[in-house]
């Protein structure tokens, strides 16, 4: 599958940072891959955490990710 923007929802925002929860289908290896939130570049910032809940219709499983780059619309995870 692909992005979907309807499950990328803010948890909290202060001061210029954003913790986001991010919830799909997909496993964590497409969701953590290159250019999976690319769609979201927009709105997404270096320095954001995100909590991704991956493989709902499976085996959910919960990991934490970090947004080490935001540039040219492309946007680059790494895990924390």
Same mark, same amino acid.
């Given at each position: 599958?692909?992005?979907?923007?309807?499950?990328?929802?803010?948890?909290?925002?202060?001061?210029?940072? $954003?913790?986001?929860?991010? *919830?799909? !289908?997909?496993?964590?290896?497409?969701?953590?891959?290159? &250019?999976?939130?690319?769609? %979201? =570049?927009?709105?997404?910032?270096?320095?954001?955490?995100?909590?991704?809940?991956?493989? $709902?219709?499976?085996?959910? *499983?919960? !990991?934490?990710?970090?947004?080490?780059?935001?540039?040219? &619309?492309?946007?680059?995870? %790494? =895990?924390?």
């Amino acid at each position: 599958m692909a992005f979907q923007s309807k499950d990328l929802s803010v948890l909290a925002y202060a001061n210029g940072f $954003t913790l986001w929860h991010y *919830a799909s !289908a997909d496993t964590a290896a497409t969701v953590t891959g290159a &250019g999976y939130f690319n769609p %979201a =570049a927009d709105m997404i910032n270096t320095g954001d955490l995100m909590i991704l809940t991956t493989d $709902t219709g499976t085996a959910p *499983a919960t !990991a934490l990710s970090r947004i080490s780059d935001v540039s040219g &619309g492309t946007v680059t995870t %790494a =895990a924390v």
